[in-house]
């Protein structure tokens, strides 16, 4: 148990509906990061936030946004869903700013979009 | 091309053998990590290294920088280590982003 906990596991929508994902990370943790795995694509990296501000975006598309609230939880929404965003979404967390420090993934949600 | 290979892609060991995976990449980096995907889909965080080499029980990893490639060894191998290993790079310059590489699937068979 890396104590990252993600919700749902799971997660069964329609195309252009919109979703959230939420994100908890370890207990002192700052920095909060958010990845995407498709089978085409493979890992990519999305946003990352320390301790509430956004301090990088990858990949992300437009229609994708993410927030770090004051508890240091986090939250991914995605919305106008399409069949392509169907992926594994990973959190992960890490005490320090800078993507060199190990990072404690979650469990992932599993998104598909029919 | 991407910035971050890894092979083999695929591999498939018996019990007690000696593994290699190897990761190679194009850009300046400030640190490189391994990662274990265990079949469920759950990622562990295996090493970060920035150079050298580093240990914990049977794995072995090392970096050698100047030629932007790295080494996971798994020496004993067994059937619990069946898995994706993953190598993911942070390039300099980019304190918060990674760049995966695609992974190499490992069975170790009894």
């Known amino acids: 148990d890396s104590g990252v906990t993600q919700t749902p596991k799971h997660l069964i929508t329609a195309t252009g509906q919109r979703v959230t994902l939420r994100c908890s990370p370890r207990s002192g943790d700052l920095s909060v990061y958010w990845y995407q795995q498709s089978l085409d694509q493979g890992l990519q990296f999305l946003i990352h936030?320390?301790?509430?501000?956004?301090?990088a975006k990858g990949n992300i598309l437009e229609r994708f946004s993410a927030q770090q609230f004051p508890d240091l939880h986090s939250e991914l929404n995605l919305s106008s869903l399409e069949l392509g965003d169907s992926a594994l979404y990973f959190c992960?967390?890490?005490?320090?700013?800078?993507?060199?420090?190990?990072?404690?993934f979650g469990p992932g949600t599993r998104l598909t979009v029919l | 091309k991407n910035e971050v290979e890894q092979s083999p892609q695929n591999l498939t060991a018996q019990e007690g053998e000696f593994i290699t995976i190897n990761c190679s990449y194009s850009?300046?980096?400030?640190?490189l990590h391994w990662l274990q995907q265990h079949p469920g889909g759950g990622i562990v965080s295996l090493f970060m290294l920035s150079s050298g080499k580093k240990k914990h029980g049977r794995l072995i990893a090392t970096i050698n920088i100047q030629e932007k490639h790295s080494s996971l060894h798994i020496t004993a191998s067994h059937p619990r280590d069946s898995a994706v290993y993953i190598c993911a790079v942070c390039p300099t310059g980019t304190a918060s982003k990674l760049t995966f590489g695609t992974g190499t699937r490992l069975q170790v068979t009894l």
């Open positions: 992960a967390s890490s005490r320090g700013l800078a993507a060199y420090n190990e990072q404690f």
């Open positions: 936030y320390y301790n509430g501000e956004e301090r």
């Open positions: 850009v300046g980096i400030s640190a």
